[in-house]
T-cell receptor, first 113, second 117 residues
Framework: AAGVIQSPRHLIKEKRETATLKCYPIPRHDTVYWYQQGPGQDPQFLISFYEKMQSDKGSIPDRFSAQQFSDYHSELNMSSLELGDSALYFC????????????FGQGTRLTVV | GENVEQHPSTLSVQEGDSAVIKCTYSDSASNYFPWYKQELGKGPQLIIDIRSNVGEKKDQRIAVTLNKTAKHFSLHITETQPEDSAVYFCAASTSMYSGGGADGLTFGKGTHLIIQP
């Protein structure tokens, strides 16, 4: 079965640079969530989108922005990167019009040096 | 906001024995409680979930129970196998029903389950 696809899988950036992470949800899923997971920590909710509109907002820094496009894929844009932004970034998708189970992708490992 | 506490942080059991992980939540509006299994370097994998209108749910060797009055829920794994070794996260959200809004999940801190051969 098709899963959530995230790209890139690994990304190395320098401080103050920008990064863009991409997420392709499971086919027919219309809802996307972004989470940040630091080493040894639990995933922290950043932001979610339903039908291309922002639905819920968590602990997303002002330096980060995200959007969902007409084909339901989503991008997380991160600017003025800091060392503390180094983490695993997960995207999850669900079908809001049906059940609400959220399925996670394999993540993007961002390293800021 | 919601606060989810999870215990224990590490659990070591003999292969074939049962494992129980417990979570409590603070927000009485939470109505959806999934459990995720995360292996090293991989994304969280949904293994079972329960909604607040149900007290118990079972899927083969895995079961989850929910006590809404006490605001706690538990994961039970029977006949544990080496491949059950992983980090398990409980979570809570207020989005039990479709159309209820794409609320984010609040996770517990995780339990490192170790299955001893």
């Amino acid at each position: 079965a098709a899963g959530v696809i995230q790209s890139p899988r690994h990304l190395i950036k320098e401080k103050r640079e920008t990064a863009t992470l991409k997420c392709y949800p499971i086919p027919r899923h219309d809802t996307v969530y972004w989470y940040q997971q630091g080493p040894g920590q639990d995933p922290q909710f950043l932001i979610s989108f339903y039908e291309k509109m922002q639905s819920d907002k968590g602990s997303i820094p002002d330096r980060f922005s995200a959007q969902q496009f007409s084909d339901y894929h989503s991008e997380l844009n991160m600017s003025s990167l800091e060392l503390g932004d180094s983490a695993l970034y997960f995207c999850a998708s669900s079908l809001e019009g049906g059940t609400i189970e959220a399925f996670f992708g394999q993540g993007t490992r961002l390293t800021v040096v | 906001g919601e606060n989810v506490e999870q215990h224990p942080s590490t659990l070591s059991v003999q292969e074939g024995d049962s494992a129980v992980i417990k979570c409590t939540y603070s927000d009485s509006a939470s109505n959806y409680f999934p459990w995720y299994k995360q292996e090293l370097g991989k994304g969280p994998q949904l293994i079972i979930d329960i909604r607040s209108n149900v007290g118990e749910k079972k899927d083969q060797r895995i079961a989850v129970t929910l006590n809404k009055t006490a605001k706690h829920f538990s994961l039970h794994i029977t006949e544990t196998q080496p491949e059950d070794s992983a980090v398990y996260f409980c979570a809570a959200s207020t989005s039990m029903y479709s159309g209820g809004g794409a609320d984010g999940l609040t996770f517990g801190k995780g339990t490192h389950l170790i299955i001893q051969p």
